[in-house]
């Protein structure tokens, strides 16, 4: 069985909170009065758990409903997102939901086309994946030919030339490096000239997303597996704060505080 970090937290703060609850009301007056001059000594489990349970609850906290760190595993999302980049999420923008069961209590937004999203990956929810999203629940979308039609409208793409890309990302550098204009975002994508496209065309159910890698001929998202379930979505790239090079061993300095657009 998964467990993710998420459900661990409420594991230990329920542990933690129960120890000490246990120690307060049952214990503690029990030792006080086997002193002769009222002195408590905690046991250290309980100090443990007393100690604890604040952190864990911030953390908690933090995690569950304002931003959460991750990392970038994969390519899939050059050139905006490089492999090593580690990311914060904004969790709190499509409205607060309940840690481990993911049910939402307060509606707050609403996802747009062109946010860049982590989300549980509807074929197996212990992953957690990140695409940007193309379709909105109710679109039409076409993929022919390298190029999207959404709701009958062509997207635009201009040609930028080749991409030459930093040096841990050289497995791509001599893609072709497109922006592609959304409406309200404008996003790079790299495209494979040779490589054969996923040609397919869908309709994007209530209550779901269409997405999408910014690394097209190398991406595996909605073109093969679907749409993710709103209840699926974790939240909203923000920025990236750190990036290691594991290839050269060394901190990416100029790629931290990027915004993701």
Known sequence: MNVDFQTWMVIALALCGAIWLFDRLALAPKRRAAQPDGEDKEPLVVEYARTFFPIILAVLVLRAFIAEPFR??????????LVGDFILVNKFD?????????????????PKRGDVVVFRYPKNPSMDYIKRIIGLPGDKIVYQDKKLTINGKPI????????????????????????????AVKHDILLRSRQPTM????EVPKGHYFVMGDNRDNSNDSRFWGFVPEQNLIGKAMVIWMNWDAVHDRVRWDRIGTSIK
């Open 72 to 81: 970038i595993p994969s390519g899939s999302m050059m050139p905006t997102l």
């Open 94 to 110: 499509y409205g607060v939901r309940l840690p481990v069961v993911h049910k939402k209590i307060i509606r707050i937004g609403e």
């Open 156 to 183: 635009p793409q201009e040609w930028m030339g080749r991409y030459t890309g930093p040096e841990h990302s050289l497995p791509s550098a001599g893609d072709i490096l497109h922006v592609e204009d959304l409406g």
């Open 199 to 202: 040609d397919g065309e869908y």
